[in-house]
């Protein structure tokens, strides 16, 4: 008996963009996904290279309000994730923009699940959660 295809698919609602100049396209994305105040989550590397600068310009430029999480650690911890979840709820946002590496987009994703879904961060490790 063959087996027969049975493909699926899921929906992720996050876009990335990559490349010499995609950082152009930050405002007209977070206009079309109908954000009004992100969070930027990122890292000291970030800011003290400069690339924080540059995106915040370009936001205030397009007439955006934005909050940032600069404290992100290299294989961020708990901590990272509850620190950058209380300035997201301190300043209003309603989404979450990484900006880095590995460790930004981790940590962004961790803040992202706890202020979708409520609890601690610890209560979604494992299978399943």
Known sequence: MLAQDNVYGFYIPSVTRIGIGAHREIP?????????????????????????????????????????????????????????ENVYKKNDCDSILSLGGGSPHDCAKGIGL????GGAIGVYEGLDR
């Open 114 to 117: 706890v202020v979708a879904n």
């Open 28 to 84: 007209a994305q977070l206009k079309a996904l109908g954000v009004k105040k992100p969070l930027i989550v990122t890292d000291k590397g970030i800011v003290e290279c400069g690339i924080l600068k540059t995106i915040e310009e370009l936001l205030r430029s397009a007439g955006c309000e934005f909050a940032v999480f600069d404290g992100t650690v290299p294989n961020p911890t708990d901590k990272n994730v509850v620190a950058g």
